[in-house]
């Protein structure tokens, strides 16, 4: 069972498919804006949609390597890069919504806002720091850092994770339970990441699974 | 480079393999439940429908001096997009459900520094005082606007009745409660009954209404049926729905959102686009149906009628 899932997922059509599913939340966003249908107030049914994405794509990213590891299968590495462009597909149109209804394109403006709101300060260091990852995500942008530089680099989406949930958490006026949410999912992952890396320092790696073979 | 020397481990340190094996299984549930969840709630929001039919009646009306010259609201949108904490805390959610809300029968409760304390029936309420339709300017704390035309009459209707004493200074409201008909209001981190308050003059002031109706009918229930006030110059949570008490009373009574957060939701929550919550800005807001923002005006455009409420007072302060 497991071998077969993991020689789908050695194949491009796995790839295919990760990326359809991806982008059924965006499709949906366009279909029901065609039908004149994204509630009372769309233009903040499409922020808090977008919004809610990017959190879930920057999880399901974060979510990889632990389930590599936990659920033997290494060919889940083929969809990390896919997964943390979705997020930051998503969060570009979090942005937009923002820049554009909210600010009038008056970018002015809108530097003066994210200067002066911490919830909107935390959320846009996020999205900047999304931009150098996104950036860097093609293999020639690996080969042109050196893979522990780019790794390096690309460590900064665990703040990224974390600085989102602050952004939520800090907008809610008094219903806190999906921000904790959320939280609570990041704070798994990474301390998933910090139990790993504090095991690794007192024992030598050892490989538990050979990759299958990519077609 | 440091490199850290193992320590050594005794026997009773070593986590049995068993143990071991079933904190991945352990992890790797969550994991799986975790991104389902994520996903799976998303995408069902994503394709959820609000329902767009709600029992009522018709109710006659008499023009009023108190209207403004506006592009009213969908009717849809202002049923439909709602705060009403009691019923959930996204907008769609009491529209959902407070279909069962049970608003027969229903008294409310004139009490406190008043010479004759009473309890009015609903249909007394309706009968006391012609229903005029209003059209009114309602502004949400959260930058989301509406124009409504509102059915009721103002307030100050009903307190003359009950006559304040010399001692009154401010009027209590409290919100109808049952956690049975409201299961989802423990969830969303307000406390209930929702509290709200006037000061006396604010509240004989003709424009806060006494509201029964909208669109040409009794309210909705996730409008605040069967009674409840508007306040068109003052924030939206200030309209308190579904009211069972009014209290008048000597001293500054508790109001909800303040008892959260006293520095973001002051007792007088008049709208000013010079005052911004701690959070945002209110210079600008967005009326629904539309995408870009407009300039909110100072009690919400209300000025000539209310401003002189509050002369004297440092509107920063008393926000």
């Known amino acids: 069972m497991r071998l077969l899932l993991r020689k789908f997922m050695a194949r491009e059509l796995a790839k295919a498919l990760v990326f359809l599913l991806s982008s059924v939340p965006f499709l949906i966003l366009v279909w029901r804006s065609f039908r004149g249908d994204l509630t009372a107030n769309p233009v903040e049914f499409f922020q808090h949609q977008t919004g809610d994405w990017t959190l879930r794509f920057l999880i399901f990213t974060l979510c990889i390597t632990p389930f590599r590891k936990l659920l033997l299968l290494p060919e889940l590495i083929r969809f990390r890069r896919m997964l943390g462009l979705f997020a930051f597909f998503y969060v570009c149109l979090h942005f937009l919504t923002y820049l554009g209804p909210d600010q009038s394109f008056n970018v002015a403006g809108m530097l003066k806002d994210v200067g002066k709101r911490p919830f909107i300060t935390v959320g846009f260091a996020a999205f900047v720091l999304l931009i150098p990852m996104a950036i860097t995500s093609t293999a020639g942008w690996i080969r042109r850092l050196g893979g522990k530089r780019w790794q390096a680099l690309h460590r900064s989406i665990y703040v990224c994770a974390i600085l989102g949930v602050i952004h939520y958490y800090w907008l809610v006026k008094a219903d806190v339970r999906k921000p904790l949410f959320y939280g609570f999912l990041v704070g798994i992952l990474l301390i998933w990441r910090l139990l790993n890396w504090l095991s690794k320092r007192s024992q030598p790696a050892v490989s538990e699974v050979r990759p299958v073979e990519t077609s | ?319």
């Not at chain 2, 409760?109 to 309890?119: A, D, L, N, Q």
């Open chain 2, 1 to 319: 480079m440091l490199i850290k020397k193992t320590a050594e481990l005794t026997p009773a340190q070593i986590t049995p393999k068993s143990v071991y094996l079933n904190r991945r299984n352990f992890l790797r549930g969550i994991g799986i439940a975790g991104a389902a969840t994520v996903a799976g709630e998303g995408l069902s929001a994503l394709l959820r429908h609000p329902a767009t039919v709600h029992a009522s009646t018709k109710l006659a009306t008499v023009k009023s001096n108190y209207t403004v010259d506006e592009k009213i609201s969908s009717e849809n949108d202002v049923t439909h997009y709602n705060n009403f904490y009691e019923f959930g805390s996204e907008k769609g959610d009491p529209a959902k459900n407070s279909q069962n809300f049970r608003t027969t029968p229903w008294t409310v409760s004139i009490e406190g520094e008043v010479k004759t304390p009473r309890k009015f029936s609903l249909d007394e309420i309706l009968k006391l005082a012609p229903l005029e339709e209003r059209i009114y300017r309602h502004r949400c704390v959260e930058r989301w606007s509406i124009v409504v035309p509102w059915i009721g009459y103002s307030l100050n209707a009903i307190l003359k009745l009950v006559e304040p004493t010399a001692k009154a200074k401010y009027v209590a409201f409290q919100s109808f409660y049952d956690p049975k008909q409201m299961p989802q209001a423990r969830y969303t981190g307000l406390d209930y009954p929702y509290v709200e308050g006037l000061r006396l003059d604010e509240a004989m002031h003709p424009l806060a209404l006494l509201c029964v109706g909208m669109y040409g009918e009794t309210l909705p229930n996730q409008d605040g049926a069967p009674v409840r006030m508007v306040i068109p110059w003052k924030y939206g949570y200030k309209s308190i729905k579904s009211i069972v008490k009014i209290k008048v009373q000597s001293s500054e009574p508790p109001t909800t959102w303040n008892r959260l957060a006293p520095n973001e939701y002051g007792f007088y929550s008049n709208v000013n686009p010079n005052v911004d919550h701690p959070r945002w800005s209110q210079a600008t807001e967005r009326r629904l149906g539309e995408i870009f923002m407009h300039k909110t005006l100072l009690f919400n455009g209300y000025s000539d009628q209310v401003a002189s409420l509050y002369s004297g007072m440092d509107l920063k302060k008393f926000h």
